[in-house]
Structures are given as structure tokens and as C-alpha cells.
């Protein structure tokens, strides 16, 4: 089993749409969470940290559930320019980055 | 505030030269990081430093890859000699360890080994 998985999608969405994505991890020990998205030939970077309570970021909420160990990433009112792939992040232990291999998301006009 | 800052941002050259990458990591970040990405094997972590000590070399391909971090605000990723396969994006991400803190990516360097 891989440590961080996530769906590849893609998701195609049209506008305006609310699409999630999930990420589930299996190192149950793991403290720190992240979601990063990655436009195309272009840096991952950082969308937002995932807090225990939950966090959100204008059209953007993401939410963790140690129990069921995943995190989960909520995009409201979706845009042509939300269209990127998004890799869920986990910090096991020190330094360990552990990296989903992401998932591609298509907003259609 | 500048983020991480990587050089050259491409860099093509034939098999059998020496490529050298550099990376300015944001400053008072203690920690550095190289990673490779490929579409076959997505985001690699080649080399990792703390205080400018190397901790985790384990993703370092082989003999021909080498990393240095002679200071704070600077680090090189070396491959001696080049090959085709070599052919990849390379990242350098800073963050700042103690309290759980994200990495923050530079542009990356875009290597072609002809």
C-alpha cells in the first residue's frame, strides 16, 4: 500500500461546480498535512495546510479525519483557472514530505 | 519576501557533461531539499539537508549525482557524467522543520541531456 494515496482523476467539472478530493494516508502517526496544486511544467505550491478543526480559504475548505486516516479537499464555485492537479502532502516524522502523485482537475467552460 | 531561487531554469547539454544545479533556499529556512520529477515516476526526494548537513542521501540515484550545501543560503545538485535518463524537472523546496512547516518550491530547473 502506498503511503499517501489519491485519485488521478481527471475530474471534469463544468464552472461554478463544488468538486472534493480525497487523500488517504497510512502512517497513522503522521502530524502535518498539506494540500500543494501544480499547474502544468510549473512548481508545486502551497494551496493550504490542513488543520485537526478543519480550515478554509475563500472557495477552498479542507478537512482531516484521523480516524478514518485522510484528508479531503472542498472546491466551491469552481473556475476556469482552478483547472491543476492537486497533491495531498504528509508530514511523517521530521522530514519526510511524503507526496500523493495527485489529482488532475479540468474546470470546462 | 524572495522564495527559493533556482538556476539555470533550463539547461540542455549532451550525455557525458557535467550539469550543475544551484538553489537559494528562502532565508531562515533550516532545511533544504532536491527532488527530481519525471511523468513516469512523479516527485522524487533525492537528497535532503538540516543545517546545511546532508541527513537523507537514500533518493540519490548513484555515484554521479552529488549535493553540497557549503553555507545557509546556497546549495548545488551535481550529475557527473550526464546521461539521456537524467532528463527531468528538478526542484529545490526550503522550510523551516521544527513545527511541522510546508516546503516552499522553487521554479525548478528544466535538464535535457541530448
Known amino acids: 500500500r502506498k503511503e499517501v494515496e489519491q485519485d488521478p482523476g481527471p475530474f471534469n467539472v463544468p464552472e461554478g461546480a463544488t468538486v472534493a478530493f480525497n487523500c488517504t494516508y497510512s502512517?497513522?502517526?503522521?502530524?502535518?498535512f498539506f494540500w500543494y496544486r501544480q499547474d502544468c511544467r510549473k512548481e508545486p505550491k502551497l494551496l493550504m495546510s490542513?488543520?485537526?478543526s478543519g480550515n478554509e480559504d475563500g472557495r477552498f475548505t479542507a478537512q482531516l479525519n484521523r480516524a478514518s486516516q485522510y484528508i479531503s479537499l472542498l472546491i466551491r464555485d469552481s473556475k476556469l483557472s482552478d483547472s491543476a492537479t492537486y497533491l495531498c502532502?504528509?508530514?511523517?516524522?521530521?522530514?519526510?514530505?511524503?507526496f500523493g502523485t495527485g489529482t488532475r482537475l479540468k474546470v470546462l467552460a | 519576501d524572495a522564495g527559493v531561487i533556482q538556476s539555470p531554469r533550463h539547461e540542455v547539454t549532451e550525455m557525458g557533461q557535467e550539469v550543475t544545479l544551484r538553489c537559494k533556499p528562502i532565508?531562515?529556512?533550516?532545511?533544504l531539499f532536491w527532488y527530481r520529477q519525471t511523468m513516469m515516476r512523479g516527485l522524487e526526494l533525492l537528497i535532503y539537508?538540516?543545517?546545511?548537513?546532508?541527513?537523507?542521501d537514500s533518493g540519490m540515484p548513484e555515484d554521479r549525482f552529488s549535493a553540497k550545501m557549503p553555507n545557509a543560503s546556497f546549495s548545488t545538485l551535481k550529475i557527473q557524467p550526464s546521461e539521456p535518463r537524467d532528463s527531468a524537472v528538478y526542484f529545490c523546496?526550503?522550510?523551516?522543520?521544527?513545527?511541522?512547516?510546508?516546503?516552499?518550491f522553487g521554479d525548478g530547473t528544466r535538464l535535457s541531456i541530448l
Open positions: 523546496a526550503s522550510s523551516f522543520v521544527q513545527g511541522n512547516q510546508p516546503q516552499h
Open positions: 502512517n497513522s502517526a503522521s502530524q502535518s
Open positions: 490542513v488543520y485537526s
Open positions: 502532502v504528509v508530514l511523517s516524522g521530521t522530514y519526510k514530505y511524503i
Open positions: 532565508s531562515g529556512h533550516n532545511s
Open positions: 539537508f538540516n543545517n546545511n548537513v546532508p541527513i537523507d
